[in-house]
């Protein structure tokens, strides 16, 4: 089974950058759906990019294209975030995640990741903090 373990987070301004990491052992990331989600401060978790590699899936919801671009390292077993043009709405506590191989109790769907809503392994790690702030 695939452990995961995200990092990058931190404390940026408005308009700023940073790149996520989701390091991953115990399996090769090349052959699973991967992706990132946030769960802001009182609200619930969302998911907001997925990307698999065979299957030519990358995909990200509206409100994060063009700004986020999901990437997969194969060298690295390394699924990357890179966030771009940081908004204070962004500022959340950022996770990732693999598609589980079938639906039942530890696992949840997100609809709103359109071409890979799920379901999702629902066993989350620490994750990684961003803040938007100036």
């Known amino acids: 089974q695939v452990q995961l373990v995200e990092s990058g987070g931190g404390l940026v301004q408005p308009g700023g950058s940073l790149r996520l990491s989701c390091a991953a052992s115990?399996?090769?990331?090349?052959?699973?759906?991967i992706g990132w989600f946030r769960q802001a401060p009182g609200k619930d978790r969302d998911g907001i990019a997925c990307i698999n590699d065979q299957d030519g899936i990358n995909y990200s919801i509206d409100s994060v294209k063009g700004r986020f671009t999901i990437s997969l390292d194969n060298a690295k077993n390394t699924v990357y975030l890179q966030m771009n043009n940081l908004k204070p709405e962004d500022t959340a506590i950022y996770y990732c995640?693999?598609?589980?191989?079938?639906?039942?109790?530890?696992?949840?769907?997100?609809?709103?990741?359109?071409?890979?809503?799920?379901?999702?392994?629902?066993?989350w790690g620490q994750g990684t903090q961003v803040t938007v702030s100036s």
């Open positions: 115990g399996a090769t990331l090349d052959s699973y759906t």
């Open positions: 995640s693999t598609v589980a191989e079938g639906s039942g109790p530890g696992t949840s769907w997100y609809l709103n990741l359109g071409q890979c809503p799920g379901p999702w392994n629902d066993q």
